[in-house]
Nanobody, 118 residues
Framework: QVQLVESGGGLVQAGGSLRLSCAAS????????MRWYRQTPGKQRELVAT???????NYADSVKSRFTISRDNTKNAVFLQMNSLKPEDTAVYYC????????????WGEGTLVTVSS
């Protein structure tokens, strides 16, 4: 049984920073891509950032130069450093990962709420 658990969300003023963490647990043989998504009420889930097993990163245009995704393969963890936060960054942030346990599966965390006040 594989689980992803996010942490680090909260309330922050515009211009501030937050660091999200996501740890995978269970029987894990390998992890391929890890991603952060976000979603606001009434909107589709939006891909924020991706990191491959080799460390290659990709970002949505709306967060480039402000957010940094990283991972610790020894801890099966992925992080999202969010700087210069804006009210429009307010959303529930979800961790996603491609994990080989007994088979390749696409796993999601339950989400962590980030609220940016103006």
């Amino acid at each position: 049984q594989v689980q992803l658990v996010e942490s680090g969300g909260g309330l922050v003023q515009a211009g501030g920073s937050l660091r999200l963490s996501c740890a995978a647990s269970g029987t894990i043989i390998s992890i391929n891509k890890m991603r952060w998504y976000r979603q606001t009420p009434g909107k589709q889930r939006e891909l924020v950032a991706t990191i491959t097993s080799g460390g290659t990163t990709n970002y949505a245009d709306s967060v480039k130069s402000r957010f940094t995704i990283s991972r610790d393969n020894t801890k099966n963890a992925v992080f999202l450093q969010m700087n210069s936060l804006k009210p429009e960054d307010t959303a529930v942030y979800y961790c996603n990962a491609e994990i080989y346990s007994t088979y390749w599966g696409n796993y999601w965390g339950e989400g962590t709420l980030v609220t940016v006040s103006s």
